[in-house]
Nanobody
Framework: QVQLVESGGGLVQPGGSLRLSCAAA????????MGWYRQAPGKERDLVAI???????NYADSVKGRFTISRDNAKSTVFLQMNLLKPEDTAVYYC???????????????WGKGTLVTVSS
């Protein structure tokens, strides 16, 4: 079984920065795409950023130029550096990874439990 554990959320003032981390643990043969999603109160869960195993990235338009996704393949960890945070960035941020637990399976999507980011003065 693969577990994803997020950390780094919290309360920050508008214009501030936070760095989220998500570490994958358990039986992992390989990991393909890793990404961050967010869900604000009363809204659907939306893609924030995604990174392939080769390091190619894609961002939601609302975060381009402010957020940066990166990963450490040796540590099965993905990061989200969030700068110039706005109140509308307030949400629960979820990590997602397409991981293959062993050779009997293809890639399966796993989700973390989420970490709350609150941007408020």
């Amino acid at each position: 079984q693969v577990q994803l554990v997020e950390s780094g959320g919290g309360l920050v003032q508008p214009g501030g920065s936070l760095r989220l981390s998500c570490a994958a643990a358990g039986r992992i043969l390989s990991i393909n795409n890793m990404g961050w999603y967010r869900q604000a109160p009363g809204k659907e869960r939306d893609l924030v950023a995604i990174i392939t195993a080769e390091g190619r990235t894609n961002y939601a338009d609302s975060v381009k130029g402010r957020f940066t996704i990166s990963r450490d393949n040796a540590k099965s960890t993905v990061f989200l550096q969030m700068n110039l945070l706005k109140p509308e960035d307030t949400a629960v941020y979820y990590c997602k990874a397409a991981a293959r637990p062993n050779s009997d399976y293809g890639f399966i999507d796993y989700w973390g439990k989420g970490t709350l980011v609150t941007v408020s003065s």
